[in-house]
């Protein structure tokens, strides 16, 4: 039976939830607007709403400055890399856990999880050394191996919940058609779980695109990603506020694209395939 | 061919033993039908046998080869699903050529058979639907459909029709029963009804708690039901167990007698009763009689219409030939 809402309750809701969203993105808005300012007009007080003299200045140093576009193709290599890869070693993982659960099942998956509750410092040192004996430091290689790793446990626990969500009855109808494990996850269970792992590429590319610890701790200027390109505008002192407005909108800017498309599959993914 | 072998094979899930060794032989053609209450192990049984769940112990043989650690893929049957099992994200054409193509077979060959296996299942106008777009009779025949083109050594059904209506089920039995009759090739059917294992099976396997209480034929089951539990479950509606001095008089513990079997008089017989509740369902009346001395209502079966009303006092008089003794362990008396 349909709840009926009365109309006051729901202008209320509506009132709410929009002050609750224009909060949340008053800081992406205000950096945009900044980008646009002087740098004089960027730190006046009271603060500037419109009355400002529009001007693409910024825009134009900071790109004289520094190559938007090798940072900004770092952050899809290292991005895009790191979910393909995680994405290659999650489906089988999430496809056992799932279809072929052991006692040990839940457990594993807690512990993986609990992997993301360890401050990422603590591990810096270990992570550097092997980088240097390896020769990975500075390479979007290394990089990309990293991040995969690091959003490996989001992958295989969003995979997990989708694949939950198939029919076993499906996947044993495919082993009695004839197919092998291959085929089984390759022609049956990767379709059925496209909107699942369309979902998790999403977050995930957002996660790699915005990771900020390990891009700045392991690169210095070949395979730096937006994130150094953002930070390199950051200084304590001096009026930089403008341009690395400029500077956090132009790296923002295409995740932000992509964000705005793809907002139903983000939502199924940030709710772990709770909302059906 | 599709001679399927079972020797002391049995399933544990941990402690717990599911099925008990048991042995079984089913026949090359045959139509065997697995029927037992629900928690009874019938689709354990079959689930063995596909390949799907490991046996704990004992063999599998299909056509004399050992096929106890054949993967499901390998082991040349087809089954359709309680829940069909269709791939949703495939076309019908594409669900029914699934098979051929894991088994590598040329498109032409593919499209030949996909075809053919449409029009015996009145599939040829959705062959270019989704799963999603059809109704529950006719994704039982894509799911059919999946089975037959791969020309297996055996058929599984796991319970088929008890996701579809009444008038549907009773159509779909009959469409199976014939594509058993063109194809001639083994089925195993698992089913919680008495009346789809009695209108279908060649041989019927009676399970209760894992153990096989008695194999034979529909009619075999029905004339001779070996104890107390097939002689209660196989018949509608049920066989009539009296106990105490009723079964005493004829040198038994219980005394079985089909609502089929008895007479019914205004004046004498062996029972008396007064009529209850009766169903009439225009071929048959069914009364429901409360003897003396018997504890459960004794349902009775009268032909046509019959002029008796709820309160009546009737006299029942079973027919000698068809009345089954059983002893005190429930055993049928020869």
Not at chain 1, 27 to 56: H, R, V
Not at chain 2, 162 to 169: I, T, V
Not at chain 2, 262 to 289: C, I, K, P
Request: aromatic share 10%; charged share 20%; with cysteine.
């Amino acid at each position: 039976m349909a709840r009926a809402v009365s109309t006051r309750r729901k202008i209320a809701t509506t009132a709410v939830a929009w002050a609750i969203g224009l909060l949340i993105f008053f800081p992406i808005y205000w950096t945009i607007l900044t980008s646009f300012k002087t740098e004089a007009q960027a730190i006046n007080n009271p603060p500037l709403f419109f009355n400002f003299d529009w001007t693409l200045e910024n825009y134009t140093i900071v790109q004289e400055r520094s190559d938007y576009m090798r940072f900004l193709w770092n952050s899809v290599i290292i991005a895009g890399g790191s979910t393909f890869l995680g994405i290659l070693v999650a489906v089988p993982a999430a496809w056992s856990m799932a279809f072929v659960p052991s006692r040990r099942t839940k457990d594993i998956l807690l512990w993986m999880l609990s992997t993301k509750m360890l401050p990422a410092v603590g591990v810096l040192y270990p992570i550097s050394l092997i980088f240097v004996q390896f020769n990975l430091l500075d390479t979007r290689i290394g990089l990309t191996l990293v991040i995969m790793l690091i959003n490996l446990p989001i992958i295989v626990w969003m995979l997990y919940t989708y694949f939950r969500e198939i029919p076993v009855d499906i996947l044993e109808a495919a082993r009695m058609d004839g197919a092998g494990l291959r085929e089984e996850i390759l022609y049956v269970l990767t379709p059925m779980a496209i909107p699942g792992i369309a979902s998790t590429v999403l977050l995930n590319v957002i996660l790699a695109w915005n990771e900020a610890f390990w891009t700045l701790n392991l690169t210095a200027a070949t395979a730096a990603p937006l994130t150094a390109f953002i930070a390199s505008y950051s200084s304590p002192e001096g009026l930089f506020y403008a341009k690395l407005s400029a500077a956090s909108t132009m790296a923002i800017a295409p995740i932000l694209i992509l964000g705005w498309f793809s907002q139903k599959q983000l939502v199924r993914g940030l709710t772990f395939g709770a909302v059906k | 061919m599709g001679r399927i072998t079972l020797d002391k094979v049995g399933k544990s899930f941990g402690e717990v033993e599911v099925i008990p060794p048991l042995d079984l032989t089913i026949e090359d053609g045959e139509f065997v039908v697995f029927v037992g209450p629900s928690g009874c192990g019938k689709s354990t049984l079959l689930r063995l046998i596909a390949g799907l769940e490991d046996v704990t112990g004992g063999e599998i043989r299909i056509d004399g080869k050992d096929a106890t650690s054949v993967p499901p893929a390998k082991r040349g049957l087809a089954m359709v699903f309680q829940s069909y099992a269709l791939y949703p994200h495939m076309s019908v054409r594409k669900n029914i050529a699934f098979p051929l193509r894991m088994a590598k077979m040329s498109a032409a060959e593919q499209d030949r058979r996909v075809k053919a296996a449409a029009e015996v299942l009145n599939l040829t106008d959705y062959l270019d639907r989704r799963p999603g777009q059809l109704s529950g009779g006719q994704r039982q025949r894509v799911a059919i459909g999946r089975a037959i083109v791969r020309e297996p050594a055996a058929f599984l059904f796991d319970e088929p029709l008890s996701n579809l209506d009444a008038a549907l089920r009773v159509g779909m039995r009959l469409e199976i029963s014939e594509l058993h009759n063109r194809l001639k090739t083994t089925m195993i059917y698992v089913t919680h009804d008495q009346v789809e294992a009695m209108t279908m099976a060649d041989k019927i396997v009676v399970l209760r708690a894992g153990h096989i209480e008695q194999v034979g034929s529909p009619l075999e089951l029905y004339r001779a039901p070996r104890n107390l539990f097939v002689a209660g479950f196989i018949g509608s509606p049920k066989m009539n167990l009296i106990g105490a001095e009723i079964a005493a008089r004829h040198d038994a513990t219980t005394i079985g007698i089909r609502p089929e079997h008895l007479a019914v008089s205004g004046e004498s017989g062996a029972l008396h009763g007064r009529v209850g509740v009766s169903e009439h369902l225009g071929s048959d009346t069914f009364f429901h009689v409360t003897c003396d001395g018997v504890a459960d209502p004794v349902t009775v079966r009268v032909g046509g219409e019959v002029d008796l009303h709820y309160g009546d006092t009737v006299w029942l008089t079973p027919d000698p030939d068809h009345l089954h003794r059983f002893d005190h362990e429930g055993l049928r008396i020869a």
